[in-house]
């Protein structure tokens, strides 16, 4: 009995663990997002939620501890995960929106192994290259430009309402999209994680219970 209760206790483990992981890319979904909000509605965000967001463009691992290295990284998307488990989620409509977006544009991608390749390839050439910090103006429109040439030649694409006076400003718009670059990325890895939709959910309050612990 005592083995099967070990057993039991680490499968548990493993599970919460599982689902920590998860929650974290989900959240890191979120921020990409709801920084894109803030850009299109203020002309301006976050700026730790935004370089942490931008980092994980050209971050190689799988593993999210290792792309968002403390819940303060996150601390933009684990709110806006908070408010929406909460149901209050009528502030939330064109985050949610950007987020069914980027999860039905990364599912296309992944059918389009060319736009794979050259996304892959430049992303390689911008970390042999560290001449800018990654939120410098520079490396903003080089991601802006590498978006624009890849996912912003999919179908449809991701409309982002706001503000005309920050939106038709060239830093800010390329801001967006580069931060829509890394919403793709998170949808990847989230995916990869084994998040799907229904999650939300199914497992609703465990999720809440994990975003109460990082953001105490």
Same mark, same amino acid.
């Given at each position: 009995m005592m083995i099967f209760a070990l057993v039991a206790l680490l499968l548990n483990q493993n599970t919460m663990s599982n689902h920590k992981q998860r929650t974290l890319a989900l959240a890191s979904i #979120? +921020?990409?997002? %709801?920084l894109v909000?803030?850009? %299109?509605? *203020?002309? +301006?965000?976050n700026p730790q939620g935004n370089k942490a967001s931008l980092s994980s463009i050209v971050n190689q691992s799988t593993q999210i501890e290792d792309i968002f290295e403390s819940p303060e990284d996150l601390k933009v998307g684990l709110d806006s995960l908070k408010v929406i488990l909460d149901s209050k989620t009528k502030s939330m409509q064109n985050i949610m929106l950007y987020v069914i977006s980027l999860i039905n544009l990364e599912k296309k991608l992944m059918k389009q192994s060319q736009l794979l390749a050259k996304i892959s390839s430049e &992303?390689?050439? &911008?970390?042999? +290259?560290?001449?800018?910090? &990654?939120n410098h103006a520079n490396s903003i429109a080089r991601l802006a430009e590498l978006y624009k040439n890849t996912l912003g030649r999919l179908n449809p694409t991701i409309m982002v309402k706001g503000e005309q006076l920050y939106l038709s400003n060239q830093h800010t718009a390329n801001n967006i999209r580069a931060l829509l670059l890394a919403g793709i990325r998170a949808v990847s890895l989230w995916k990869s994680l084994g998040g799907k939709t229904w999650h939300l959910m199914l497992n609703k309050k465990k999720t809440l219970n994990i975003v109460?612990? #990082? *953001? %105490?």
């Open positions: #979120l +921020q990409s997002t %709801a909000h803030q850009l %299109a509605s *203020t002309g +301006q965000c &992303i390689e050439h &911008i970390n042999k +290259q560290e001449f800018f910090e &990654i109460n612990s #990082l *953001t %105490a």
